[in-house]
């Protein structure tokens, strides 16, 4: 099939799957969903998944929230608001309503867009891409758009080449070698290669294309069927592999790459340590995650704050970072940074020393704490003194420690050791 003139993107628009809590994260999710984490200084989680189909030339846009989603509406409220109806672009933030029914919530992925089909209706859209909030990447999703209409399928699915070792964590794709889905599993035992190398996989990403008319009436026929989970990856991929034409995208066709021979770079920031290693990584000397790549921009809601400032040039009282990011409105008063980054508003006082830590925002860090391999929540104010990362038995009396070492801070867990002394 050949596709028709003209940008597939602007005929298509992106369905946003931003309501999970993702508790993996711990105490990070207990105030905030998954996408609405903070991640790389200044953006949210979400952003990438917005950023990607914003920079593929999608002007249509929605968002299905549902778990603690305030934080996540306001963010996009205040960082997403720039789309003008009468230039035909749209971001609506569906928050999980009762609009079926007076007694279900969002009960799948699949069922949050079934609920809102009358306002997908009202885009006058022919495809329609589904997108997961919560991974942080870069990819064109024109070029999945363009592969979905010449290959005639009904759902393409996005996809990543991983080790068969790992596949075992994922949704994995077998293929013939055109590419079209033979067959879906979950987390398999004995994950099926690709038929181009024995060693690998292809894990489904969470993204999938589809011409909107064909989604709409899969939708409708599943609402119908009492046995349905209610998913896309439980129920409607499965059903088109059976019964329809369904193909893999790989994602390493469509990736933006700030450099041909960078990696395809895909993370799932699902657990403290991913989130903690993910993040510390934008602080190498050439990370694969390029976010200063002004040809495909991170956009995000940027607060009027002013630069950065290091203060103190005293021995062992200096304000200095290195290999580190610092985000504006940060005060680096007599503080040692290293390996470390800073989101916006973070104030740090004389004496300090920061190693390989994740700070958010608006975080104070008083005098004389030492604090390694951390993850710090927004608004903690870190006591004077306080030493974090050196002694993890001590540590996990009153914090969260992960297996690989990593130590979550957050003010509860301060209060409650206040209180105990």
Not at 63 to 70: D, P, R, W
Not at 159 to 175: D, N, Q
Not at 359 to 364: A, H, M, N, Q, S
Request: negative net charge.
């Amino acid at each position: 099939m050949t596709p028709s003139t003209g940008r597939l993107s602007t005929r298509s628009m992106a369905f946003v799957l931003a309501g999970g809590r993702g508790s993996r994260l711990r105490e990070l999710t207990d105030n905030r969903a998954k996408p609405a984490v903070y991640f790389g200084g200044k953006t949210r989680i979400i952003d990438f998944a917005l950023s990607n189909a914003l920079n593929s030339g999608i002007r249509k846009m929605a968002i299905a929230t549902q778990y603690k989603a305030h934080s996540l509406i306001r963010h996009c409220q205040r960082g997403w608001n720039f789309f003008r109806p009468e230039r035909n672009e749209y971001l609506d933030i569906l928050p999980a309503s009762q609009r079926v029914s007076e007694t279900h919530w969002y009960r799948g992925t699949a069922d949050a867009v079934f609920q809102n089909i009358d306002i997908v209706d009202s885009y006058d859209i022919d495809y329609v891409v589904i997108l997961a909030g919560d991974h942080i990447y870069k990819m064109d999703y024109e070029v999945m758009l363009r592969e979905h209409v010449e290959t005639g399928a009904d759902v393409t699915v996005g996809c990543l080449t991983v080790p068969r070792a790992e596949g075992t964590e994922f949704g994995i794709m077998a293929t013939d070698h055109a590419g079209r889905i033979t067959d879906f599993v979950e987390k398999p035992a004995n994950p099926p290669a690709t038929p181009d190398d024995p060693e690998k996989a292809l894990a489904s990403m969470g993204i999938y294309v589809f011409r909107w008319k064909f989604l709409r009436q899969l939708l409708r026929d599943d609402a119908a069927d009492p046995a349905s989970g209610r998913d896309f990856g439980g129920d409607i991929i499965p059903l088109v592999v059976r019964n329809g034409k369904a193909m893999a995208h790989r994602f390493e066709e469509s990736c933006v790459r700030h450099h041909p021979a960078a990696p395809a770079y895909w993370r799932d920031v699902g657990t403290l340590d991913a989130f903690w290693q993910a993040n510390i990584d934008l602080t190498d000397f050439d990370p694969d995650l390029d976010l200063w790549d002004r040809n495909w921009p991170i956009w995000t809601y940027s607060e009027v704050v002013p630069p950065a400032k290091f203060i103190h040039d005293e021995e062992k009282r200096r304000g200095l970072a290195v290999s580190s990011m610092v985000a504006g409105g940060c005060i680096i008063s007599g503080t040692e940074v290293r390996n470390s980054l800073l989101f916006t508003g973070v104030h740090t006082n004389s004496y300090a020393v920061l190693d390989h830590a994740i700070v958010l925002p608006e975080v104070v860090i008083q005098r004389h704490a030492r604090l390694r391999k951390v993850v710090i929540d927004r608004g903690v104010v870190i006591p004077e003194g306080l030493v974090v990362g050196e002694d993890p038995e001590n540590d996990r009396r009153w914090f969260r420690v992960t297996d690989q070492g990593v130590t979550l801070i957050t003010q509860a867990m301060l209060d409650r050791r206040a209180e105990t002394g």
